[in-house]
């Protein structure tokens, strides 16, 4: 372990996990173009990039997980599940978790809420069609959720989200009775890969481009940080933006890096909310 890192011990976490890490992926696909404009549908190259995703960078992203024996949580829009059906048989065969994602990418925040409601609906059928399981959590696209989200959620039997940046570790949100909340599990923009490697002048995102060294520096210190106080390392990647090759080996230095503290735990998001609501009843 990094010796100069003193670490603040937490309550948060039984036995002797100091901290928790999630990796997560959303596979967007070309779902998240789409629905910014469905003109972009008619642009190959963008499309391609964005397909390259869940057919080439995600295979290769199990296979590295399977290499570090690491279970994550992959949320993917409904049209992304229906549409790369075999993919989504992997990933579940492998033992991952697969979180509900919207189903063409849609914030929250653009709806009304009789369209949440039936996107919700039509997501989780989606992804049960496919594993024959009904997925226990939500990530809101582009992490924006409407007034209505929380209550929806609830409504529909979630048992976590992860969409809002209050802490960084597990808190309930919702009613004050605990019969009508779920647990947040926290993201944040540090903890993207999106912000880091958007390009797509076509669609108007024109960076900033960083590199993987960059990103790793940046990452290290928020792990540096989020150990010494016993939280929650929840890391939000996008195999389309992740998954080119150079990238792919910083994350496997991330891995290790983060592999040689003690007292750190690697959960899918499932398990951190279990884990969470068994402490915190």
């Known amino acids: 372990m990094t010796e100069f ?30 629905n910014r404009n469905p003109e972009y549908a008619n642009l190959p190259s963008l499309m391609s990039m964005a397909d390259y995703g869940p057919k080439i960078a995600t295979p290769r992203i199990l296979d590295i997980l399977d290499h570090y024996n690491i279970s994550s949580t992959f949320f993917i829009p409904g049209f992304i599940v229906e549409t790369n059906a075999m993919l989504v048989q992997d990933i579940n065969g492998r033992g991952h978790e697969i979180g509900h994602h919207g189903y063409m990418h849609e914030p929250p925040a653009t709806l009304s809420k009789d369209e949440e409601h039936e996107i919700i609906h039509k997501g989780i059928k989606a992804i049960e069609s496919i594993t024959g399981k009904r997925p226990i959590g939500y990530r809101s696209p582009s992490w924006e959720l ?49 912000p880091n490697f958007v390009y797509a002048p076509s669609a108007n995102r024109m960076g900033p481009l960083k590199t993987a060294n960059e990103v790793y520096e940046s990452w290290k210190s928020e792990f540096d940080g989020i150990y010494k106080y016993g939280g929650c390392f929840n890391l939000t990647m996008h195999p389309q933006h992740i998954g080119r090759p150079g990238r792919l080996l910083m994350l496997e230095r991330l891995i290790q890096y983060i592999e040689s503290f003690e007292h750190v735990k690697f959960m899918t998001c499932e398990q951190v909310s279990n884990q969470y609501l068994t402490i915190n009843p």
Do not use: R
Request: with cysteine; aromatic share 10%; glycine share 4%.
């Open 146 to 194: 409407s007034e209505f989200s929380i209550d929806l959620l609830i409504k529909h039997q979630f048992t976590y989200d992860s969409s809002l940046m209050g802490d960084d570790k597990p808190y309930k949100v919702g009613n004050k009775d605990s019969t009508n909340q779920i647990v947040e599990i926290p993201i944040h923009w540090l903890l993207d890969d999106a």
């Open 5 to 34: 890192i003193s670490p603040i011990i937490s309550s948060q976490w039984p036995d002797d996990t100091q901290c928790v890490v999630l990796l997560t992926f959303d596979v967007d696909g070309v779902s998240s173009w789409i």
